[in-house]
């Protein structure tokens, strides 16, 4: 703040009014940040458009849009002081605009507003004004193995970690490092050890971006130490050979996906943004594809970890006991990992010329299951799964407005709720197509993604009510004359699409969408770029699990889930429902979306996750998604046979004790 | 007064034993456990506290250096750091949350042990009215 300014507002204002008024011009750029949602695509080059140059260049999480998220939040609440570090991280923005194509693709925000706030805001400080942060013993120390700029203990860099593995209270007391090797890591968990400094790994942040939303908070965060950050160890070597691919546990799913399409092979992996490694280790890998390849041990040859003593451990060694051995019983829940994955080795499958993506609607999940299993237990189907409208809606609809249309669209007038979504070779293609009355074909994919905003605004038309009168609508509008009329309805084109966009990246957004892979459904399930919508500008909670597949029980763990999230009144849906072990069990995603700014919002979630876990731990043949939480790594053998009886009212009392212990802390 | 000093471990007994309802806040619990405390500053010693409850009523609180007490065969035995039992002695983290956190071991019937998580909350409760100095 220069002398002549002070002067203009009367000489009289002290500092920090100075700095409050600063902070006001900082209210615009809060409310964005607060609807951020930590997805971290922005840290995946997914639209080549290349990756935010400061993030690349620093590492932290700071430097990336995500991260400067929280630091305007945090500067806006006080939480932190300008540091000498927090002027390098607003600095360290171009302005290039990468941010904003990648945020607004996913979410509709534009996170640059945030970056030019905080540039502008911490460019008026004084040098007085600047807070220095000593560089205490411990961050001495750990420096000495990773080097001193892979280490912070600055404020600014801390709480860019906010809400991705420290909760909002957890204050800053922590020291973040980025280690660039397995030995590295292991000298660091030695440390933190030998000196009684609680420690916690992270990948990209997403899982735990959804549950510090929840009453589980302080079950998966960390409270005060080190955390991991391991953008570093970004190995990746494939062996075209052995058709495996090595790689370290900072590579997402999406960068590992790329490399091994460049050598026609496919990894079974998470969405585009999970750091594989940590995927695999904590949740197994849940996927579409596991009706052929199979979750997260069956996918992995060999791991490299870090055990608590600091110790590097590899599958592989001859000595290890037996690493893949675990137990389902509902005292075995582990919110946070026991080991640290740094290394692994996966499989990698062949990619067919032949492939082929085929929707088949259906109004009733009763019959989407019926054909679903049948395919199943035959192994038919490289990719396999029933998915809602709702699912469908919000992976291709740009925005939430036109998601929430067309999803209207789909269940009201084309009374499509439900879609058995397969991916197959032209062998399998035969037999769907045999089993299927209706189908949509990649054809109609593509112009239902292109025209999603189309068919959106077509919610009050004439054209739609009159084909919602149909006997069967969806057999008249996508097997009948009337898909002609829906196809030119929908106008589908890279020009209308981009539309929705703001005016300045419309041109942007007809490139994207002129791509082949855009439209190309199998691409999209490889990829997995659009998942991640789901936390568009709101949270999701899942619920569900592993299942034996019996439809009845499945059926009846949907209906559960709906009526309690109804109850709660919380927006709800079944998200997917896909299978392994030949069709033996079924994975079910049931998903709640709440305003994660509205705290009446997240106490009904919190109290929908505690009934919702109650019930299903009574359910026989259903292991809930908290029980396989990081044991991605143990064989499925062990996890799933044989599946739990169901709780006893003893056991769901002492249940009752520990959920009321997690959620008091 | 040092945290698992002689001192502090005989002032622990006479307060849980005068302190402690065996029915109301130990549910006339009958077990034995086994904590052992890892990394003690400044050297990084282990030190092995062991107690015991008979209908609820403390029995033994026994502390030392040695490993002897593993002899004892303790029903339950839980083994962390001393900053993580730090915390759950002053009441910033529950036993669970240690356990669902990985901060913390446990051997013995996990089942049966959770039973035993009020109990044994409750006497760090009662432990936490010494003046302790971690």
Not at chain 1, 432 to 444: K, T, Y
Request: with cysteine; proline share 4%.
């Amino acid at each position: 703040m220069t002398e002549a300014l002070l002067s203009t507002i009367g000489g009289k204002m002290t500092l920090d009014k100075v700095l409050s008024t600063e902070k006001a011009e900082l209210e615009e750029a809060v409310k964005i940040a607060n609807k951020g949602t930590h997805c971290g695509m922005c840290k995946v080059d997914f639209l080549e458009s290349g990756l935010c140059p400061a993030g690349k260049k620093h590492g932290f999480a700071a430097y990336w849009p995500e991260g400067r998220m929280e630091i305007v939040k945090a500067l806006y609440s006080d939480k932190i002081k300008p540091t000498k570090e927090l002027l390098e991280i607003a600095n360290s923005c171009t302005i290039c605009g990468i941010c904003d194509k990648q945020c607004n693709f996913i979410t509709h925000l534009r996170p640059e507003k945030v970056s030019k706030a905080l540039k502008e805001y911490v460019n008026k400080l004084d040098d007085k004004d600047i807070v220095t942060i000593p560089e205490n013993q411990t961050l001495k120390d750990i420096r000495s193995i990773v080097g001193e700029r892979w280490a912070s203990n600055d404020p600014a860099v801390i709480v860019s970690y906010t809400k991705t593995i420290i909760t909002e209270d957890a204050g800053v007391n922590f020291y973040v490092v980025m280690p660039e090797t397995t030995e590295e890591v292991a000298e660091v968990v030695k440390y933190a050890d030998k000196n009684n400094i609680p420690y916690l790994p992270r990948g990209n942040g997403t899982l735990l971006s959804m549950f510090i939303e929840t009453l589980l908070a302080k079950a998966v965060g960390l409270e005060k130490g080190i955390i991991f950050d391991f953008r570093r160890l970004r190995k990746l070597e494939i062996d075209i050979d052995n058709k495996t691919a090595t790689i370290g546990v900072g590579i997402t799913a999406f960068e590992l996906q790329k490399e091994a399409y460049k050598h026609e092979m496919r990894a079974l992996v998470a969405e585009a943004e999970a750091h594989l490694c940590v995927n695999i280790a904590s949740v197994g890998i849940i996927s579409t594809w596991g009706n052929t390849y199979g979750w997260g041990s069956d996918n992995f040859i060999d791991a490299t970890l870090v055990n608590s003593k600091g110790n590097i451990v590899r599958h592989s060694d001859e000595e290890v006991s037996n690493p893949y051995s675990t137990n389902n019983k509902f005292t075995n829940l582990t919110l946070t990992p026991s080991k640290i994955i740094t290394e692994a080795t996966v499989k990698l499958h062949p990619i067919f010329e032949d492939e082929e993506a085929l929707l088949i609607p259906f109004e009733k999940l009763d019959d989407t299951l019926d054909l679903a299993m049948t395919l199943a237990k035959r192994n038919i189907g490289l990719s396999l799964a029933v998915i809602s409208s709702k699912y469908l809606s919000e992976f291709i609809c740009p925005t939430n407005e036109i998601a929430e249309d067309f999803d209207f669209i789909a269940q009201n007038y084309l009374k499509m709720n439900y879609l058995l979504d397969v991916i197959c070779d032209k062998y399998d293609k035969k037999t769907v197509q045999d089993l299927a009355d209706v189908f949509i074909d990649e054809n109609m994919m593509k112009s239902l993604i292109l025209g999603s905003p189309r068919l959106a605004s077509l919610k009050e038309s004439e054209f739609l009510k009159i084909l919602s009168e149909e006997k069967d609508p969806l057999k008249a509008i996508f097997t009948g004359p009337m898909r002609k009329h829906l196809e030119k309805a929908l106008d589908p084109s890279p020009e209308q699409i981009s539309k929705v966009f703001d005016e300045d990246l419309q041109d942007f957004f007809k490139k994207v969408y002129s791509k082949p892979e855009m439209t190309d459904v199998v691409w999209l399930h490889s990829f997995r770029i659009l998942p991640s919508r789901l936390m568009r500008q709101r949270m999701f909670m899942l619920r569900g699990g592993y299942i034996v597949a019996d439809k009845e029980k499945i059926l009846n763990l949907n209906k559960m889930l709906k009526e309690t999230g109804d109850k709660y009144k919380l927006s709800n849906a079944l998200g997917f429902i896909s299978f392994i072990e030949n069709g033996k069990f079924a994975f079910v995603e049931y998903d709640y979306y709440f305003d994660h700014l509205d705290p009446d919002s997240h106490n009904r979630l919190n109290q929908a996750i505690v009934e919702t876990l109650q019930l299903e731990l009574k359910i026989k043949g259903l292991l809930p998604i908290e029980y396989v939480f990081h044991k991605g790594l143990h064989r499925k053998e062990h996890l799933f046979y044989p599946m739990p009886e169901g709780l006893s009212d003893d056991e769901l009392k002492i249940l009752g004790e520990m959920v009321q212990s997690v959620v008091g802390g | 007064m040092k945290f698992l000093s002689e001192e502090w471990i005989e002032k622990a007994k006479k307060i849980a034993t005068e302190k402690l309802d065996p029915e109301k806040d130990l549910k006339k619990a009958t077990t034995s456990l086994l904590n052992i405390i890892e990394n003690i500053p400044p050297d990084g010693k282990t030190v092995y506290f062991y107690l015991s409850v008979k209908e609820g009523n403390l029995q033994e609180m026994l502390i030392n250096q040695s490993g002897s007490l593993l002899d004892k065969n303790a029903e339950f035995v839980v083994t962390g750091n001393y900053d993580t039992f730090g915390q759950i002695f002053k009441g910033e983290m529950s036993t669970l949350i240690a356990l669902i956190k990985n901060r913390v071991k446990i051997k013995g019937d996990k089942v049966k042990a959770l039973k035993f998580v009020k109990p044994i909350d409750k006497i760090n409760d009662c432990l936490r009215e010494l003046e302790t100095e971690f």
